[in-house]
């Protein structure tokens, strides 16, 4: 869209998810956008990125995306596997994850993510698959980064259930738990962050070509927006070529 | 103690209907065979224990076999919902399913207890989640620094069965790659089957992070080449993600679900005839569309 | 994050007068060169930890560096008991040595909460034992059986130094054989420093039970070959069970001892020296008799 | 002694407690004595015996005995080798053990058994290793052989420190101990065995040669004696065969 390279709004989401990881830092990825941010990251200015996924594999360095959090792949080129217990106990719990990436059924202007029901526990409209690894991660994690798409459906003013802990349902802070929890939430449209005061999500940037509008649109709650808000920088066109790249092989090695 | 068995022997002869029972694997080693046999032994009110209840649990809930669900993360890995399950909790169909629901961290803590011989395991966890409300988990204070921690309770299942690559002929257990909680799972069961791709002289154990059970800790083997298709067992198969992205089609609708399991669950004696008809792909639509 | 230095500059920078530091290994790959790089650098008022303190605590006990020891079994193994570490218990020489004293079990314990963030760790024990009244432990209550099990505070040691057989190039550390209780001693620590037979492009990963402590677990690593004498290094070396014998003649008498120490750790340069010096049977008679 | 053959006081003990041993069972063995019986019953009527060394090796056989617990060969003769945390908790506290093996510097008429201090816990006249994993053993184990020598010293009415716990101090019971406690204690001169009623130590057996009147001046309590008193059979000629071999092959082993 920018100077001719064109690119999608996921990729938008994608490399800038993948900027917010510095060299070095140790990372818990889930399947999905945050594990091709992770290691879109990890192939370009993050290349001794360590990341950890649930199913136990430590310093994994894949070829290709993962399709479930346990393929072969991330096993077969990790520095060591262990066990589930020990991935939650010795290592997410001790403290040793730098960033956590989570994603989210919805997520409310306190950073709140609920992966549990949408409606009631007893009797919910719709079943989703439940916490898995996050509500510790949120916890444990140094610092947690959101990524999901923006839309009303998924941004909304309370969550029908807080599985996973961001400042409190009254936004009340991080009641004791080690981590800093939601630091930045990652949007096809833009990005937010927690006001340090009221830790409540405003828009700090935008991502090129979009309209504050859409933002506030696609918020349930009446979206803050930064007397600074940012611009995105555009994809470069090495990053786009990276990610593409991973895509593909990835594509071609899922469906071979 | 491991005895050499067939699948459909140690399912009926160790897995009575309402007993609780963990079929293990973290997307690796996941022992469909073995389900697909509860599934055609139509096994009745089963408390059913996971922590990533997949594909072979939605089967398994949509078949009606299961009175209760003990899990922390029920989804399709990498495609979406497990629509069986939804509607199992969502519409009670084919019957209620009673949800026992943890986070990860819980549930391998909680096999870690058992596995220990102790009544409950502790945890930084569950503080600030819904979760609280709707699971059994407790604070308890540390009797030293005054902190508090979350405390679950050890979780033991009757019957826990896994996929394993080898075993020898005393009854090793030997698997490696992705290894999981099941470790943790089989030493907390009072039970234990082990289906395995192959039953070797000596097991391989050339490679980092091999992991064995004694034969003394497992109580029956059976050997089902294959058996955790469409999931994989390192070394011998490939995960089968074609299969998990129709499953999506298959298990959204009911009908559409029980053709397919009369075909090849039911229809079938055994996994062989499963794993032949999965190879013709023109079989599938067949099914579905029949 | 690991740093390539040498034991000289690990211990000179991290080891600082009055810290904690455990040292661990269970019989295999006890880290001697660095225990001996201790007592040439002269430290005070250390608070040793060890599950197992054998020669290696006996020689800095008996040298004063120890204020206080953490333990669960002080011999000499296969051989009997310990002298320095008795003289500094019985008769306070040469300085009293407080002690902080648990099982095996609750060491290990103690470790694993440490490597785990927790506050504390629970386990089956203690009941019974006079050790509950002169040791921190306490009772707790199970929330949902009332069950009482034994809690022990988490061991977070400031420094952990332990002997591996290899390092990678990037500071990855491998061992294997009987591995202990090392991973969690170093998890559990603030610093973690590790003396290596061989600096190697690969480790070798090829064997059960390989243990590997990521390149940024690890805060400095030596390269000390044979650094683990007279306890050995799988693969690398050999138990001088010999030397375990002579010790207890050595150490049994006060002077001895001082005169070991001087001939065999601070007259020399580095561990080098010494296993120079053990190669030479004759020395020891010489150094004894002078 | 017996029909030409002649053997040790000390071998006596050690083919009684191989004797002990049921094929297929499952034990915790410690250096020495028992590490000998332990063998001795694997290379004669129990082949399938399960040795665990709480250096964490399971299934172990080794050709020669381990001068200490955590001898390579230990390592490479065994199964598997699990972490000393693992071993504790995965498989002695799990219940897993049919039998453990302790010895002691004093055991009293309760079985309770002392391995820390002779005198004062603060001012102790000898300063002894102190428990490793004997408490848990204690506890935990099916059921526990102990082994050790028959002298006065020894055998006191109370040791001065409970490192153990049989049947406790005034031979209450076994406090809820998952274990059945302390059911042999095997001496160089006989086999004591706790009252089902009131858990004192009585000798149940004497070896041969050996005069009860000699066990009652080695016992610093009063011996109660069974009234159907029997006699240990002495050493066969293949058990007394087998333990030589093994500590000749060790002997060389371990002087080389």
Sequence with gaps: ?256 | MAEFTTLREAVADLVPDGVSVAMEGFTHLIPFAAGHEVIRQEKKDLTLIRMTPDVIYDQLIGMGCARKLVFSWGGNPGVGSLHRFRDAVENGYPRPLELEEHSHAGMATRYAAGASGLPFGILRGYKGSDLVQHTTVAQIECPFTGEEVAAVPALNPDVTIIHAQQADRSGNVGLWGITGVQREAALAATTVIVTVEEIVDELDRNGPNHVMLPHWTVTAIAPVPGGSHPSYSLGYSKRDNRFYTEWDRISRDPDLFRRWVEAYILDQEDFGGYLRMVQDSAALEEVLGG
Tied chains: 1, 4.
């Design chain 1, 1 to 256: 869209m920018v100077e001719g390279v064109s690119y999608t709004a996921d990729e938008m989401m994608t490399v800038t998810a993948a900027r917010h990881l510095r060299d070095g830092q140790v990372c818990f990825v889930g399947i999905g956008l945050p594990s091709e941010a992770a290691n879109l990251a990890r192939l370009t200015h993050a290349p001794n990125v360590v990341l950890i996924y649930e199913s136990g594999t430590i310093g994994t360095t894949p070829d290709v995306l993962p399709l479930s959090i346990g393929d072969g792949e991330l096993a077969e080129t990790a520095d060591m596997v262990v066990s589930v217990p020990e991935v939650f106990s010795y290592w997410l719990q001790a403290g040793r994850i730098d960033v956590g990436f989570l994603s989210a059924a919805q997520i409310d202007r306190f950073g709140n993510l609920n992966t549990t029901v949408i409606g009631r526990y007893d009797q919910p409209d719709v079943r989703l698959p439940g916490a898995g690894g996050a509500p510790e991660i949120a916890s444990s994690a140094r610092e947690v980064i959101v990524m999901l798409r923006h839309r009303r459906r998924a941004f909304v003013p309370e969550v029908d259930f807080v599985t996973s802990v961001g400042f409190g349902r009254r936004g009340e802070g991080r009641g004791g738990h080690r981590g800093a929890g939601p630091t930045v939430v990652i949007t096809d449209l833009g990005v937010l962050q927690p006001d340090p005061q009221t830790h409540m999500l405003r828009l700090v940037a935008i991502h090129p070509g979009v309209d504050v509008e859409q933002a506030r649109a696609e918020t349930g709650w009446e979206l803050e927006v930064a007397d600074d808000l940012g611009v995105t920088e555009p994809p470069t066109s090495e990053e786009l070529a990276v990610l593409r790249d991973l895509k593909a092989r990835t594509e071609a090695a899922h469906s071979a």
